[in-house]
T-cell receptor, first 118, second 115 residues
Framework: GAVVSQHPSRVICKSGTSVKIECRSL??????MFWYRQFPKQSLMLMAT?????????EQGVEKDKFLINHASLTLSTLTVTSAHPEDSSFYIC??????????????FGEGSWLTVV | AQSVTQLGSHVSVSEGALVLLRCNYS??????LFWYVQYPNQGLQLLLK??????LVKGINGFEAEFKKSETSFHLTKPSAHMSDAAEYFC?????????????FGTGTRLLVSP
């Protein structure tokens, strides 16, 4: 089963409203999680690094005031799309690492969340 | 900076035929390399990864990939395609200095399997 869970899997919101997406690591603690965005039929683009207990680190070109990230605990990170617009419609995916890659553990991805802004 | 190039946005094979999906990487440090599969409207599932050690890596569903440093490649293969293999495949390299957690993805290759 999934070790990283996202909720909701699909959400439709009206333009101008805000929507929150949750990312949970189910059976491990993750001090760092990552948020990616994927446009239809395109690759994943890293948006930001979510750090537990501190501010997120955003990639160049990503508006931090629009995409609010909160890493409230070692198992939960949230992405809030504020004042959403139709161009924010996309597939959002989070990831987290269990253990260390070199030790054989791996990076797990959530199931993704489809956001549609109407 | 690390980067990944996947040659061919679409690859079509017949059921039972060899699958070969190409991935070349660029990295100034020894890379950690990954192949992920994405089924329609779903998240990513890890197929296999290379960190250190044996250069031929076996993954799930009969896939394997070989790390070739001299060719900076990490091509994904499967001896015999199955209809259920039809999906989008992404090659990725981890970014140095991030604890190898941050990934840079290729543009993806859609595998089409015909009966």
């Amino acid at each position: 089963g999934a070790v990283v869970s996202q909720h909701p899997s699909r959400v439709i919101c009206k333009s101008g409203t805000s929507v929150k997406i949750e990312c949970r690591s189910l059976d491990f603690q993750a001090t760092t999680m990552f948020w990616y965005r994927q446009f239809p039929k395109q690759s994943l683009m890293l948006m930001a690094t979510s750090n537990e207990g501190s501010k997120a680190t955003y990639e160049q070109g990503v508006e931090k005031d629009k995409f609010l990230i909160n890493h409230a605990s070692l198992t939960l990170s949230t992405l809030t799309v504020t004042s959403a617009h139709p161009e924010d419609s996309s597939f959002y995916i989070c990831s987290a690492r269990s253990g260390t890659v070199s030790s054989g553990n791996t990076i797990y991805f959530g199931e993704g969340s489809w956001l549609t802004v109407v | 900076a690390q980067s990944v190039t996947q040659l061919g946005s679409h690859v079509s094979v017949s059921e039972g035929a060899l699958v070969l999906l190409r991935c070349n990487y660029s990295s100034s440090v020894p890379p950690y390399l990954f192949w992920y599969v994405q089924y329609p409207n779903q998240g990513l599932q890890l197929l296999l990864k290379y960190t250190t050690g044996a250069t031929l890596v076996k993954g799930i569903n009969g896939f394997e990939a070989e790390f070739k440093k001299s060719e900076t490649s990490f091509h994904l293969t499967k001896p015999s395609a199955h209809m259920s293999d039809a999906a989008e495949y992404f090659c990725a390299v981890s970014v140095a200095g991030t604890g190898f957690q941050k990934l840079v993805f290729g543009t993806g290759t859609r595998l089409l399997v015909s009966p």
